[in-house]
């Protein structure tokens, strides 16, 4: 088993969007909470509580939109550290990098001086550290939580260490909760499980991480055979001197190492990227592939960037001169089941073709539609560029005011005003208690009244009051008219506006 120290730099997606840890904040995706300081925490704040139960908890919350590219950028200073005291030092996520601490520990008189090295080396940086040492990546990462800063998990006792963890470690909360349903409430009552009949009973993922319980690697060592070497390179003459060429090269040659491996019936658990500069250095960096796409391989390899660019300027120090991807622990790849209906993932085909176009027309030349949560119809559907993560799943409901079924046919980019008025002409008004001055009589778009034939509303929506510059109250109606179209009609502001139109 091999012996890994893992550097955890708590709650990274908080301390990215600049909230200080000493204050009550928390990182926010989709309306939930993503991560919290431990003052947050310390209020009764948890990850996965929606942003009005966590601020009702903690009053004084300062709740910021999680931003991924801040993440990855930000931690390769943190990454370049400790990647000062050993070499091959593998970004898992941002917030938590890796390494083999055999080595290393040899080298720096044993594993608890090594790891107390690199803690302190990235508390030196500028950001608190947990570090643990154990058998495999999952128990060392936990041994980082552990207790004042983390700890060293002897050798052959990750079982023993895992064994006292609830089952929410795993990140699988269907498996958890069916778990925990049977009478199984932590991770060592799970390892006792027979392996085969885990398999037979919960599948490929539930043996996956039943290994992770019993302290095993997370899938057998199944080595590739010696094989040709499957390492792309791209040269730059003169050297490229901004972030964007070498990033546009790194697309196009994740693009031809995900050739080689498919080709191969090959993946890899862990990429290499190598850039070499003008001036002789080499910087490189080993990063967590588990399926990335070729534009979240070209995202990894400008956050590798950021440390060596000026902050006023997007010019890399040098220039860049030449980039390799390296594929690193090769293993047979296991494939995927598609749908019985049809295709349910995209094509390579059809993202190469993507690839090209965002090419020509920039990173959000091509997006795709992601349905998320909301109250309005503009609002459940976001774009997403073709090869990034889409946001996290759906937010628990029950967005009180939000738009039921039918959903309409057209959502206006930009919504028209429009007057709505009552049988003598005046203005319809909502007052704050959420009552109708009149009932809709006449509605006018572009100078052309209609006679209202049905209406019902309103729906109020009174969001984000914590915050005054993103405050919003409205109304929403659904009316019809004499010349058969149907509306969403908002008001805000005293002003009316057609939020969506039905077929």
Do not use: N
């Not at 550097?7 to 009550?24: E, K, L, M, R, S």
């Not at 080298?107 to 080396?121: C, H, I, P, S």
């Not at 967590?288 to 590798?304: I, K, N, T, Y």
């Not at 738009?403 to 206006?412: D, K, L, R, S």
Request: charge should be neutral.
């Amino acid at each position: 088993m091999t012996r890994v120290l893992v550097a955890w730099c708590p709650d990274w997606p908080a301390t990215a969007v600049g909230i200080d840890a000493a204050t009550p904040g928390a990182a926010v995706v989709q309306g939930q909470v993503a991560a919290c300081t431990a003052a947050a925490r310390a209020a009764g704040v948890r990850r996965g509580q929606r942003l009005r139960d966590a601020q009702r908890r903690c009053p004084g919350l300062v709740g910021r939109d999680r931003d991924g590219d801040a993440e990855g950028r930000l931690f390769e200073p943190v990454a370049e550290a400790v990647a000062a005291l050993t070499p091959r030092v593998e970004v898992v996520r941002p917030g938590l990098c890796a390494l083999a601490a055999r080595g290393p520990a040899r080298f720096y008189g044993g594993e608890e001086a090594l790891r107390v090295l690199v803690q302190d080396t990235v508390v030196e940086a500028g950001h608190d550290c947990g570090t643990g040492v154990a058998d495999g990546l999952f128990a060392a990462e936990l041994a980082a939580r552990a207790g004042d800063g983390g700890g060293v998990v002897p050798a052959g006792g990750a079982a023993a260490f895992l064994a006292r963890y609830p089952l929410s470690v795993l990140d699988r909360p269907e498996l958890a909760d069916l778990l925990r349903r049977l009478g199984i409430k932590t991770l060592g009552d799970f390892a006792a499980l027979p392996s085969g009949h885990v398999a037979g009973r919960f599948g490929a993922d539930g043996a996956l991480a039943h290994r992770l319980a019993r302290g095993e690697e997370p899938r057998p060592l199944a080595p590739a055979r010696a094989a040709a070497d499957l390492s792309v390179r791209s040269g730059f003459e003169p050297p490229a001197e901004r972030a964007e060429q070498v990033v546009f090269a790194a697309k196009r040659l994740a693009g031809e190492l995900h050739e080689g491996l498919a080709a191969g019936g090959l993946a890899c658990v862990r990429l290499e990227a190598a850039v070499g500069f003008a001036d002789g250095r080499v910087l490189r960096r080993l990063w967590r592939h588990d399926g990335l796409s070729a534009l979240a391989v070209a995202e990894r390899v400008r956050w590798q960037l950021s440390a060596h660019q000026p902050a006023d300027a997007e010019a890399v120090w040098g220039g860049v001169t030449w980039l390799e991807l390296a594929p690193d622990q090769l293993v047979p790849d296991e494939g995927r089941q598609e749908g019985l209906w049809g295709r349910t993932s995209v094509t390579d085909r059809i993202a190469r073709a993507a690839d090209r176009i965002q090419a020509l027309l920039g990173h959000h030349g091509v997006t795709r539609p992601v349905l998320v949560g909301g109250r309005g119809p503009g609002e459940r559907v976001v774009r997403v560029p073709v090869g990034d993560l889409a946001p996290g799943g759906l937010p628990e409901g029950p967005w009180p005011g939000r738009i039921t079924g039918p959903a309409p046919a057209v959502v206006p980019p930009v919504p028209p005003d429009v007057e709505l008025a009552d049988a003598s002409g005046a203005a319809v008004v909502v007052s704050a208690r959420c009552e109708v001055s009149a009932p809709p009589a006449t509605l006018a778009f572009r100078g052309r009244p209609a006679a209202v034939t049905g209406w019902t509303g309103p729906w109020p929506a009174d969001e984000r009051w914590w915050d005054a510059d993103r405050a919003r109250r409205r109304a929403r109606f659904q009316v019809t008219t004499d010349d058969g179209a149907a509306y969403l009609l908002a008001v805000e502001g005293g002003r009316w506006h057609i939020e969506a139109v039905y077929d």
